[in-house]
T-cell receptor, first 111, second 112 residues
Framework: GENVEQHPSTLSVQEGDSAVIKCTYSDSASNYFPWYKQELGKGPQLIIDIRSNVGEKKDQRIAVTLNKTAKHFSLHITETQPEDSAVYFC??????????FGAGTTVTVRA | DVKVTQSSRYLVKRTGEKVFLECVQDMDHENMFWYRQDPGLGLRLIYFSYDVKMKEKGDIPEGYSVSREKKERFSLILESASTNQTSMYLCASISGSGNTIYFGEGSWLTVV
């Protein structure tokens, strides 16, 4: 099955700086790559996703890039704010919506 | 807005007890999932269901079973709870033609 590795496990950034989280996947058939943000005491919420026919996608301060050849994808958060502090999960799936998740990255934005 | 509701947010159960975790979604989604979330391990799929009365094992089904008698409701059952099942459980749903998986708020289970 699909195996997703996520790095780093923790990330501390100064407010206003950028944060980058990287994920690699193993199944070349994977074609859908969502990113989730989980705040304390809540379930994960989708923040951005990308499909295999696209190399990059942006939504305001958040962007995701995908390199299918290298089988990795990354989340970029620019101009970080305290409310960006959360746990972020990447995921990948080749079919049937059975997502395989990374282990998560705890992002702390220092004021 | 899609809503996935997990009725029990915090539970404490004794070893050997039978535990039911209930999940209801209000968007007529075909596919529903149960995940388990543990620190450093991310989310791991326990079971999923793609239709009423249909179920399929995920990556870690041992010690769990599920029930989907109605489209909107997907239940996770721990037949005999053990301490290693202490965790946060997340329910999710997605339509058959949809792109986005919606998660519930999670159920924190402690087995003592």
């Amino acid at each position: 099955g699909e195996n997703v590795e996520q790095h780093p496990s923790t990330l501390s950034v100064q407010e206003g700086d950028s944060a980058v989280i990287k994920c690699t996947y193993s199944d070349s058939a994977s074609n859908y790559f969502p990113w989730y943000k989980q705040e304390l005491g809540k379930g994960p919420q989708l923040i951005i996703d990308i499909r295999s026919n696209v190399g990059e996608k942006k939504d305001q301060r958040i962007a995701v890039t995908l390199n299918k050849t290298a089988k990795h994808f990354s989340l970029h958060i620019t101009e970080t704010q305290p409310e960006d502090s959360a746990v972020y999960f990447c995921a990948a799936t080749p079919r049937d919506y059975k997502l395989s998740f990374g282990a998560g990255t705890t992002v702390t934005v220092r004021a | 807005d899609v809503k996935v509701t997990q009725s029990s947010r915090y539970l404490v159960k004794r070893t050997g007890e039978k535990v039911f975790l209930e999940c209801v979604q209000d968007m007529d989604h075909e596919n529903m999932f149960w995940y388990r979330q543990d620190p450093g391990l991310g989310l791991r799929l326990i079971y999923f269901s793609y239709d009423v009365k249909m179920k399929e094992k995920g990556d870690i089904p041992e010690g769990y079973s599920v029930s989907r008698e109605k489209k909107e409701r997907f239940s996770l059952i721990l037949e005999s709870a053990s301490t290693n099942q202490t965790s946060m459980y997340l329910c999710a749903s997605i339509s058959g033609s949809g792109n986005t998986i919606y998660f519930g708020e999670g159920s924190w289970l402690t087995v003592v």
